[in-house]
T-cell receptor, first 112, second 114 residues
Framework: KQEVTQIPAALSVPEGENLVLNCSFT??????LQWFRQDPGKGLTSLLL?????REQTSGRLNASLDKSSGRSTLYIAASQPGDSATYLC???????????FGTGTQLKVEL | DTEVTQTPKHLVMGMTNKKSLKCEQH?????MYWYKQKAKKPPELMFV???????INESVPSRFSPECPNSSLLNLHLHALQPEDSALYLC?????????????FGPGTRLTVT
């Protein structure tokens, strides 16, 4: 059974800092990995999707990497801003088809 | 346009009420999903529709009844809910279920059962 964990569970940083969020998965036979952002009480916003054949994907200040062999993905946020404060979730399709297993989430707070 | 819309935003219902949640997308996606999310937990899959047919039911109680009237619409009918069913209900869609495509989520419906 695929298990996805995220460390740390919560993170507080000063504005301007570069930071890394971690996602680990137990079954490396994945087709892709998706990173989401969720603001309190809101839906999920898709940030990046990395295909299993890719190592990195970039969007603006966000860079996601994928290492299937070690079962890890990282989300790098450059020059963090208070508007980046949210919960970040990673997810992988599991068991055939697009049935997502979500990680436990990292709650990020960027302070002025 | 990568928008999934959900109505209503908030819903309060008694345990004897019948209500429905609605989800709509116009991206031409053929897979649609219902998730339930409790506070400080990740979303949990409830149902998947693929080409307007129910593809997955994650052993959800029958008081939740999904419906996919056409390729753009997804409903979740609620009846005789329990207070523990209070949660954020999220709808999502993707191009295909078998294609492992990017999933797009709606803003959710905050449901409170009294």
């Amino acid at each position: 059974k695929q298990e996805v964990t995220q460390i740390p569970a919560a993170l507080s940083v000063p504005e301007g800092e570069n930071l890394v969020l971690n996602c680990s998965f137990t079954d490396s036979a994945i087709y892709n990995l998706q990173w989401f952002r969720q603001d309190p009480g809101k839906g999920l916003t898709s940030l990046l999707l990395i295909q299993s054949s890719q190592r990195e994907q970039t969007s603006g200040r966000l860079n996601a990497s994928l290492d299937k062999s070690s079962g890890r993905s990282t989300l790098y946020i450059a020059a963090s801003q208070p508007g980046d404060s949210a919960t970040y979730l990673c997810a992988v399709p599991t068991g055939g088809g697009n049935k997502l297993t979500f990680g436990t989430g990292t709650q990020l707070k960027v302070e002025l | 346009d990568t928008e999934v819309t959900q109505t209503p935003k908030h819903l309060v219902m008694g345990m004897t009420n019948k209500k429905s949640l609605k989800c709509e997308q116009h991206m031409g996606h053929r897979a649609m999903y219902w998730y339930k999310q409790k506070a400080k937990k990740p979303p949990e899959l409830m149902f998947v529709y693929s080409y307007e047919k129910l593809s997955i039911n994650e052993s959800v109680p029958s008081r939740f009844s999904p419906e996919c009237p056409n390729s753009s619409l997804l409903n979740l009918h609620l009846h005789a809910l329990q207070p523990e069913d209070s949660a954020l209900y999220l709808c999502a869609s993707s191009q295909e279920f078998e294609g492992w495509n990017e999933q797009y989520f709606g803003p959710g419906t905050r449901l409170t059962v009294t």
